[in-house]
């Protein structure tokens, strides 16, 4: 636990303190503003089928799955480093959610925000423009309710985003041919919105 980590999660910390009337807000968003982040996947991925954007499409597909890829590279990163959440360390923290035994770092929600936000941007900038907002907010609102130091988060987003980016040239180039293969299918419907205005 560096100083200024510990320093950074006190001032937030006191910051939640001092603003009860937000809590129910943030306690909301941080638990379950997750369910956010796959409703910008499915609109996002409507578009892409409602367009034909076979490359789109792709990154979507790529977002979910990346962020499933991601959260298991977190768990390997969380029991190597093994620290403990910031409550165990600070007795006198206050908490506005439940307590957990597991690992601190990598903050599992925003490895996720952080995967999701990223294939958003390679699908649709608008769209990963938004989910890149909402990734911070739910980074800070972690730390907010007591849950994770702020490092925790940044190593979350960083985790989350840095793997989709990372391996989006070789996902792409597996994705959209296996999609396009789709298209004859009955399944088509998942990847083209042709037979819906030909109908």
Known sequence: MTVVDASLYRFVNRLADRTSFAHPLFVAYAKYGVALFGLLLLVAWWQARRTDNRCSLAAVVWGGAGTLAALGAGQIVGHVVDRARPYTAMPTAHLLITRTSDFSVPSDHATAVGAVAA?????????GSMAGVLALLMAFSRVYVGAHYPGDV????????????????LAGRVLRPSLRRLEPSPLAFLVTGMNM???
């Open 119 to 127: 294939g958003l941007w390679l699908a649709n900038r608008r769209f």
């Open 154 to 169: 940044i190593a979350g987003l960083v985790l989350g985003a840095g793997i989709v980016l990372v391996l989006w040239p």
């Open 197 to 199: 205005r030909s109908a």
